[in-house]
């Protein structure tokens, strides 16, 4: 069975500072790796997305992850952040060829202080 | 641009009691999906709906629970008899294939259900 774990449940950081989320999912079988994002009062909206091909995959917002198949991770960053990305992270996995079920993690909140 | 949506935005029950949650999702869309998220944890699925028929449930989804799309716009979820450990946010989410095929599932801005 899938299952994602988000090692972070909150993250602080100041704006204009890098940040990095962390996931790390384990599943038998090939998967898509998706990260969303809440912002409150919202529902989840993607930020960005990795089927197959390059590694490095760029998403909205000025947001990046890198899949990593021997470590089993999937971590989001960016460079420089925003007081506007304050909101929650979700990273999910769904299992290539499946009907598409997400498996979620538990989500880091992120908070940007300036 | 195109977007899911939910209704209602919050809804108050009293355990035992029956509730339909509604979800309109995006037109062109084929397959329709239900999450929950109980408050401070994980969003966890429900079930997927597919050609007017459920194509996958999770164990959390017994026989309380049941989805239609009862026109060609709606999608919803009934839960039959409601109980204390069902007040969650349920979230709506479609897409236009498979997310097994890498597609990408939309969502809604979720309906949060509080059970008396």
């Known amino acids: 069975a899938q299952s994602v774990t988000q090692l972070d449940s909150q993250v602080p950081v100041f704006e204009e500072a890098p940040v990095e989320l962390r996931c790390n999912y384990s599943s038998s079988v090939s998967v898509y790796l998706f990260w969303y994002v809440q912002y409150p009062n919202q529902g989840l909206q993607l930020l960005l997305k990795y089927l197959s091909g390059s590694t490095l995959v760029k998403g909205i917002n000025g947001f990046e992850a890198e899949f990593n198949k021997s470590q089993t991770s999937f971590h989001l960053r960016k460079p420089s952040v925003h007081i506007s990305d304050t909101a929650e992270y979700f990273c999910?996995?769904?299992?290539?060829?499946?009907?598409?079920?997400?498996?979620f993690g538990k989500g880091t909140k992120l908070s940007v202080k300036p | 641009e195109p977007e899911v949506t939910q209704t209602p935005s919050h809804q108050v029950t009293q355990m035992g009691q029956e509730v339909i949650l509604r979800c309109v999702p995006i037109s062109n869309h084929l397959y329709f999906y239900w999450y929950r998220q109980i408050l401070g944890q994980k969003v966890e699925f429900l079930v997927s709906?597919?050609?007017?028929?459920?194509?996958?449930k999770s164990e959390i989804f017994d026989d309380q629970f049941s989805v239609e799309r009862p026109d060609g716009s709606n999608f919803t979820l009934k839960i039959r008899s409601t109980k204390l450990e069902d007040s969650a946010m349920y979230f709506c989410a479609s897409s236009n294939q498979a997310s097994g095929s890498g597609d990408t599932q939309y969502f809604g801005p979720g309906t949060r259900l509080t059970v008396l």
């Open positions: 709906f597919y050609n007017n028929e459920i194509s996958e």
């Open positions: 999910a996995v769904t299992e290539g060829g499946s009907q598409g079920n997400l498996i």
